[in-house]
Structure formats: C-alpha cells, structure tokens
C-alpha cells in the first residue's frame, strides 16, 4: 500500500499530489478497482479464533463429562471393561454433539454478525455514492457527517464544526475539534487536529477527508492485536445452566450415597453396590443439557433475524424476555417516517397542500381555490427558508420511485418544493452557501447563512415556534410588520391548535442583512423576520394500537419519548392507545425542575414525554431502573449513546441510527419497526420457556432411571437396568428430543403473561414439583411391566429388556407431557414441528435396533422379545403418561375456573 510519511505535515496540495486524486471528482472507479486489487479490503485482521482441536477439546472440561469420566474409570477398576468402553463412547459422542452444535451456532452468529453492513458515502467519477466501507481505498473522497463511524484514517480537507471522540485510541473523553490546518511540527496523534482515523466517531459537525490509509495500515491497525486480545466471558444464561449442571451432580452424589448405604445394609454386596451406583450416577447425568442450550441461542437469534431483529449479545437474548418497560421514539417507529408537509399557515393565511407522503404530485390550495406558489410572495419565501435550511435529499429508490434520504421533516420541505417546482439546487444557482448551524436538540432551531447575487447575507432559520418567536422582531404580512406580543400569542395559539390536531409544527423566519461583522450565532436571535408555520402529519403505523395492546397483555408498558411539543404528542399517543393523563404529561424542562422522588413517582404512571433531549431520555432510562424496571430504549442518534448504553436492552435503529447508536445497542431493528421489537421480545420468551421445556424433559426423564433402580431396591428385586442400557437410554431417548424442543413453535400464551424476573432460576418450584412426581409416575410404570413379567417367570434378561424398552417409550411419550407449559402436548402444533417427529421416529427406530440387532444385544443385555410382551410394554407406557395427562387437564381447568371467578 502505497503510504504518506507523517501525512498531518503535509499540505492539501501536497497530498493531492502524491495521491493523484480531483478534491473535485475522486478517483475513478477504474482506479479504486486496481487499488482494492493490489492492497486488499479495508478491514482489520480477524481477532484469533478457537480452533476445532480447541473447541472439541474444550467439551471434556464441563462437570457432566468428568462426572461420567469417573463412572468410566470405576467401571474399569471393578471389571466391566465393555462398560467403561462403551461410557468413553458415550463421553466422545457427547462431545461431538455439543462442538458440532457449538460450532453451527458460532457460525450462525458470525452470519447474522454480517447482516448489518457497514457502508461509507464516497465520491468516485464525480458523483457521491455509497458503497461497503471495506472497499474503500487510499485516495478515496470521504464524506462525514454527524453520528459517522470513521471508516479510515483520513486528512480532512474541507470541515463544518467538526468534533471527534477519540477515547477508543487516545483514552481522552474529551471531545476533539478539527480543522483542515497543516500542522508543522511532529505532535502525538492525540494532537493530530487536522487527522481522523479508523474506528473514531463523528459527534458533531461534518468533513470531507482524503483517505490516507486502510485497513491494518490504519492507526487502529496497528494496535488491532491489543484490541482483539479478548476474553468471551458466559453469558448470566450460561452460568443459570452450569449452576444447574452442578447443583444435578450435587444432588447425584447424595441420592448415589444414600441407595448405596441403604443397599448395602439390605444385605447387598460391596460390589453389587458399586455397580448399581455407577448406573446411578450414569442415570442422574442430563448429556444432552449443554448442545440443547448452544442450539436453542443459537435458533432462537436466526428466528430474531428472520424478523428483522439483530442481536449483538447473547445476555440481550435472556434480558427481553424480562423487559418492563419500553422507551421508544415516536417517529418511523410508532409512525410511518413518512413526513408530509401540509399546511402553510401564516398571521392570517392558511394554505393547504395536497398529496401524501413523498409524491411530488400536489397544488397549493387557499380559500377552496389552486394558487400559484412561486407566484405568491409569503409562500415562496417558506418554501425558500425550508429547502436552503436544510440538509436532506430526494433520491430513486431501486423501484424508481422517489425517497428522502435523511431527516424525514427535511424532506417533506424538499417534496413540498418539488410540488411548486422549486429545488434546493436551483436556489443555490443565485445563493452561495456561507455557514450554518446544525440543529441542536438544546437550542432547538437550525439556521443556515447565504450570500445573495447583490452580496448581501441571507440568513434561513428553522425549528421550534416558541424559539423562533423569541427570535423574532416582526412578522410577514405583504412586507415585514412589527411582532407585538399580541401578535405573538396569535402565533402560539396557531400553533397549539394545530399541534392538537397531531400535526408536527415548525416555525420558519429569515432576514437579509448588509453587516459583515456579526457572525451567524449573534445574528439569527435578533430581529429575525418569522414568516410562519408549517404543519406536517406523520400518519401512525398501521396495526400499532393493536401492538401496544399486546404490549399491555405482556406487562410491557411503553412509553413514547419524542421531541414534539406537548399538544402533539398528547394528539399522537391518543390515537396509537396509550393511556394519557395530560395532567401528568411532562415535558424536558419539567422533567429538570421535579424532585428525584417526584420524578421517580411520575414515571410510575405516565406514559408520554415531550420535547425530550437526549440528557432527558437518560434521566428517564436512569429513573425507571431505580423503579426496578427492566428498560427497553430505542435511539438513533449520537446523543441517544449514552442512554442506550443505561437501558437494559439498547435498541438501535437500522435504516436511520447512526454508527454510535448502533455500537452503543445490543439489538440492531432492521426495519426500525415497534411490533418488531415485540417480535424480538416474543422470541426471548420462547428460547427461555423452550429452554425450560428441554430441563423439564432431561431431569424427568434421568429421574425416573433413578426411583426405577430405587424402587427395585426397596423391593428386593434384581436391578431393572444395568449401566451400559442407562446410558443407551440417556443418549439416545434423552438427546434427539430434547434437541429437537429448540424448534418449538411459540405457545398463544406467551405474551399474554407477565415478563420473566432477572435472574430467576431456571427450574422454578412449579418445575421441581412436576419434576418429582412425574418422575416417581414414570417410573412406576416400567416398574409394574418388569415385576409383572419377573413374576410370569420370565428370565431377569428378558425382564430387563421389557422394563429397559417401556422407560425408553414413557421417555418419548414424556415430550407430550412437556412441549407445552399445561402439560397438554397432544395437539395440532406437534406437527409443526418437523424436527421433534424426525426425532422421535429416529429414537424409536433405535430402541428397535437395540432389542433385535445381535451385536447391540450383546452389548447392552438385551433379548428379542415377543409381540405379547410389547403389548404389556405399550401398556406400561401409556398408563403412565395416560394420568399425568389427567392431572394437567385438572390443573387447566381449575386454573380457567379460578381466572373466571377473578374476572
């Protein structure tokens, strides 16, 4: 890669020079090919990934492996070495599992990872286009604008109060101003004023850069190793299940001593006792936990994907399931982002402009009657003041229509030009741009300054009425009049009328002055001229009060933050159902003048909060987490970072959130969509209830192995399975299904309950009781079949193998018992589920090939049996399940009783 020494000392012309590079035009695509070719991607080396070897090596290390590891080694000391072979195969197959699901499910987060492409605008042949920012190359003409990820190093050549934080390469949280100054001296890159570089974010302003390097030549590059030397830590998810995989070993190593001890003074031997505890130990050991838990994640994040949600953290995966409260903002996310400008309304004018969204197809209508817009003085003065006051463009979508790209509110000024045929670009054919000043959520106003063809200065302001009118020193009515304060409170009385009415307002003035020596910031807040109102409506998404109902039924209160003035969002909250008390309604600077009890008290019941800052949104965020609410907070802008960072779950907008928005979220909305992130909450339920239902499936399912050894102890009764048949048992009628519930489709209830507490166990007391008693019922009914055939006079082996294959099937049957939270399973939704039928006809096709295949009958003790003996097996079986069944059905019915007698 060609390199400039030291490219802070050199001048732009210099560097234009050695780059071969038009400020004017940038490289032409030609030229960017043959550089991408011969220095590569723009991107920085890959963080050292865990190899196979490791990750398959890494599944050894877990408690259920060691557990079953020492289950091997005390069965090769007692001598049953095919009994310790075959439970070292069964660790192996265990491991492959768990690393083929734990590689899929990297590699499916790897692929969401690159769902969100990063792309940069740049100038190539002339003409500003976007492209992915891992194509840029050395030489390349780089716009930045506020909220940007710097996409490389680069030297700014053309700069509008830029300011840069650099805390990810310097360490100072200071905000960074830039300038476009050679620097003469050798300075440290902190000190670099005229430098951006890779990885820094644009907080305020906006620069044009000549890229200077890529890729792993970048600053950041350089220290790249550093910064990907980094150490995944388990998510609270992950540890919940280690905790449970120890607290199952804990509770294996009790149950083990006590059989054993109450076995051996029964009369049992020493080293019949230890048998039997191995087989124990084997029983209690859930093998299938760790694989079902990675591949659950990790299908649960591709359903969140396939419905525009991109999760950048597993916690975010658990923490949704448990959100409270959700902080959205109004515009693009509960209405349509489709902001259309229709009515001019001035002191004692009213005009009306026709059209919806962005048609550029609509007539200026006053009085019932078509006037002419460039015609008319006051009407192309607003529309003048809106499109050079502005930083939005129109643009042809791939379909050929037309669509805003930027602020929403700027583009329904720029679609109103286009109606009078009026363009920004046709203004700046007689005015030449001078300065600006960016809107400010604080300051509340933009204002813009132009040169006129006679030289004098032009000065455009637009924002808040309230501010413009403080501002403001006259009025347009045939010429500037003076602004009494009558005439003020006539203004403000428009504007609340029309803010009523849902219509967003913003008031436009301007004035043309010969001073040269007042600068813009001391000009526009006096003596501006206010020329009016323009009143735009953004219409409500459709289906959005139908979505914060669904909320409400969930627990999940939603909050509209917005930067609209009260009547507004009084007028839109009324419309999507959210429950208003104006009394309670505040505003930024009632937030700033409560008390914090009171603010705190006032959080518990309101629902709308107007003209929000940023500061504000983080108060709110910060105030409802003392509430002891779990926060969901949405924002797209710089500002909005710091909030998203407090909330529990940060969501940031995909199609208009900035690069810090989105670094500082854990969810990406790709559609920037409210009932998306219902969506997203929806699923979190649904990975922890399956994830649940998988628990409930394993421990049943390894506790009925255990009271069915148990009971044949207390019975006197020869022990009903031997060790090798166990783990038969827990690899095979154990795995596949349980596997198979992370493809369970969602029950109708899940957001008709309240959310999930943080940090709840994940075998709650409702779980631990089901656990135990179906358990014991399972258990009992291979107990019967194999007494009853012992007692027929049937051979212990052949006994065996009948008890061994009824678990085997009251195992397969338990999924019906588990697969819904009632415990009813038997329903249509069983065959939506494709990959629990492939399961359990695979698991039953085994259990046959482990009764009848000589080679496997040798190994696990087995017998063919005959079709009478089936029958008592299929009795045995269902019998069981038959009256858990029963006593699900009860519980619904006594819960539907109690529901209605509440009601």
């Known amino acids: 890669m060609y390199m400039i020494e030291k490219v802070y000392q050199k001048s732009i012309d210099d560097i234009k020079k050695q780059l071969s590079v038009n400020l004017d035009k940038g490289l032409s695509n030609k030229e960017a090919l043959l550089k991408l070719e011969k220095d590569g991607k723009n991107r920085l080396k890959s963080a050292k990934k865990v190899s196979a070897f490791k990750l398959f090596i890494y599944q050894f290390k877990s408690l259920v492996m060691l557990l079953l590891s020492a289950a091997a080694i005390a069965s090769f000391f007692i001598g049953e070495t095919i009994e310790a072979i075959a439970v070292l195969v069964v660790i192996f197959i265990t491991a492959l599992v768990g690393y083929v699901m734990e590689y899929k499910a990297g590699q499916a987060i790897e692929a969401l990872k690159k769902t969100v492409k990063n792309e940069t605008n740049v100038l190539r042949d002339g003409t500003v286009t976007t492209i992915l920012t891992e194509d840029l190359v050395v030489g390349d003409i780089v716009d930045l604008d506020e909220g940007d990820k710097v996409p490389a190093d680069g030297r700014i050549f053309d700069v509008q109060g830029l300011s840069v934080d650099e805390s990810m390469l310097t360490g100072e949280s200071d905000m960074v101003s830039k300038n476009i100054d050679k620097i003469d001296e050798d300075v440290p890159l902190a000190e670099r004023s005229n430098m951006v570089f890779m990885g820094t974010y644009i907080i305020k302003g906006d620069a044009k850069m000549i890229v200077t390097a890529t890729g792993s030549d970048t600053e950041v590059g350089n220290i790249a190793s550093l910064l990907s030397e980094t150490k995944d830590e388990d998510t609270p998810l992950e540890k919940r299940l280690e905790q449970t995989g120890k607290f199952l070993i804990l509770i294996t190593i009790i149950i083990t001593v006590i059989i054993a001890i109450v076995g051996y003074f029964s009369g049992y031997g020493l080293e019949f006792m230890l048998r039997t505890a191995i087989a124990l130990a084997i029983a209690a050991v859930p093998e299938g936990l760790p694989a079902a838990a990675t591949i659950t994640l990790a299908i649960g994040m ?227 001229v206010f020329l009016g109102l323009t009143a735009m409506l953004d219409p409500a998404r459709e289906g959005i009060e139908e979505s914060i109902q669904t909320a409400k039924r969930a627990g999940i209160k939603t909050i509209m933050l917005t930067g609209d003035q009260e009547e507004t969002a009084i007028g839109i909250g009324k419309k999507i159902g959210l429950t208003v008390d104006e009394d309670l309604l505040l505003d930024g600077k009632s937030i700033s003048d409560l008390s914090e009890e009171d603010f705190k008290e006032t959080l518990k019941h309101n629902t709308i909060y107007a003209r929000v800052t940023p500061e504000d949104k983080l108060l709110i965020v910060k105030g409802l987490k003392e509430n002891n609410e779990i926060v969901a907070m949405t924002g797209d802008g710089v500002n909005d970072a710091p909030a998203l960072k407090m909330a529990d779950i940060g969501i940031a907008m995909g199609k208009r959130g900035t690069s810090v928005a989105k670094e500082a979220s854990d969810m990406i909305l790709l559609d920037d969509r409210y ?179 000589p080679p496997l009958q040798h190994i696990l003790k087995t017998e063919s049996l005959s079709l009478l003996l089936w029958v008592y097996i299929w009795i045995g079986a269902i019998l069981p399940i038959l009256m858990m069944q029963i006593i699900s059905l009860l519980k619904s019915i006594m819960g539907n009783e109690n529901k209605s007698q509440s009601t």
């Open 302 to 528: 591709k359903r969140m994907a396939k419905h525009n949600a991109l999760l950048r953290n597993l916690p975010a995966v658990e923490t949704l399931g448990s959100a409270t409260v959700l902080c959205t903002d109004k515009t693009g996310t509960l209405t349509e982002n489709e902001m259309t400008l229709q009515k001019l309304v001035s002191f004692d004018r009213n005009i009306e402009i026709e059209g919806t969204g962005y048609s550029l197809k609509g007539k200026f209508i006053e009085n019932n009657e078509e006037i002419k817009p460039l015609d008319d003085q006051l009407v192309t003065l607003m529309l003048k003041v809106g499109l050079l006051c502005n930083e939005a463009e129109l643009q042809k979508d791939d379909q050929g229509d037309d669509q805003v790209v930027g602020d929403p509110t700027e583009g329904a000024l720029l679609v109103a030009g286009r109606k009078a045929n009026l363009t920004k670009q046709d203004l700046e054919k007689t005015y030449e741009y001078i300065d600006s000043i960016p809107f400010d959520p604080d300051k509340m106003f933009m204002a813009v300054e132009y040169k006129d063809s006679d030289g004098q200065r032009f000065i455009a302001l637009k924002g808040a009425p309230s501010i413009l009118l403080s501002y403001s020193s006259y009025y347009e009515q045939n010429g500037a009049k003076k602004l009494k304060k009558k005439d003020k409170h006539r203004f403000k009385k428009l504007n609340k009328k029309l803010a009523k009415n849902r219509y967003r307002v913003l008031g436009l003035a301007y004035k043309i002055v010969d001073n040269q020596s007042l600068n813009l910031e001391e000009l526009v807040q006096k003596d501006m």
């Open 675 to 853: 009932e998306t992130i219902l969506e997203a909450v929806r699923q979190g339920r649904v990975i922890f209830d399956n994830i649940q239902k998988f628990i409930h499936y394993l421990l049943t399912c390894n506790f009925s192995e255990i009271m069915f050894i148990f009971f044949a102890l207390l019975i006197g009764i020869p022990i009903p399975l031997i060790a090798l048949q166990i783990l038969w048992l827990n690899v095979v009628t154990g795995v596949f299904p349980a596997l198979s519930m992370a493809w369970e489709i969602p029950e109708d209830h899940v957001m008709n309950q309240p959310p999930r507490i943080p940090g709840s166990p994940i075998i709650t007391k409702e779980y631990k009781i089901k656990i135990g008693y179906q358990g014991v019922l399972i258990a009992l009914g291979p107990l019967i079949v194999y007494l009853f055939v012992l007692n027929l006079g049937y051979s212990v082996e052949i006994s065996r193998t009948v008890g061994f294959m009824t678990l085997a099937i009251v195992h397969l049957l338990q999924i019906f018992n588990t697969r819904r939270r009632n415990g009813l399973g038997f329903d249509q939704s069983f065959i939506k589920n494709r990959p629990l039928i492939l399961a359990m006809i695979l698991t039953f096709f085994l259990q046959i090939v482990a009764v009848y295949f």
